[in-house]
């Protein structure tokens, strides 16, 4: 079992950037992929970005292409979501999670870090 601690939420002002970190311990990560989700009030947790943490293989929901950026820190078993240009729509629990790379299915979640973009 993959244990996932996920770190750095905040308040932020639309257009700010904010990092989320996200560690992870319990297994040999070789054969993982980690994910970050998302889910706001009132709305169903959608998908934001993945990375295999060996290769470093990305992909990215459409809605935040362009402004997040997922990394892992292969040394020190931490993953990271940059997040710049941050609008309201942006605001919510975000998760990291992590699969294995031959599973579609993400089976270990962290606690959630609340985001909230507001003027």
């Known amino acids: 079992q993959v244990q996932l601690v996920e770190s750095g939420g905040g308040l932020v002002q639309p257009g700010d950037s904010l990092r989320l970190s996200c560690a992870v311990s319990?297994?040999?990560?070789?054969?993982?992929?980690m994910g970050w989700f998302r889910q706001a009030p009132g709305k169903e947790r959608q998908f934001v970005a993945a990375i295999t943490w060996t290769r470093g293989s990305t992909n990215y929901a459409e809605s935040v292409k362009g402004r997040f950026t997922i990394s892992r820190d292969n040394a020190n078993n931490i993953g990271y979501l940059e997040m710049n240009n941050l609008n309201s729509e942006d605001t919510a629990v975000y998760y990291c999670?992590?699969?294995?790379?031959?599973?579609?299915?993400?089976?270990?979640w962290g606690q959630g870090t609340q985001v909230t973009v507001s003027s």
């Open positions: 999670a992590a699969r294995l790379i031959l599973s579609t299915r993400f089976t270990s």
């Open positions: 319990g297994r040999t990560l070789s054969n993982y992929a």
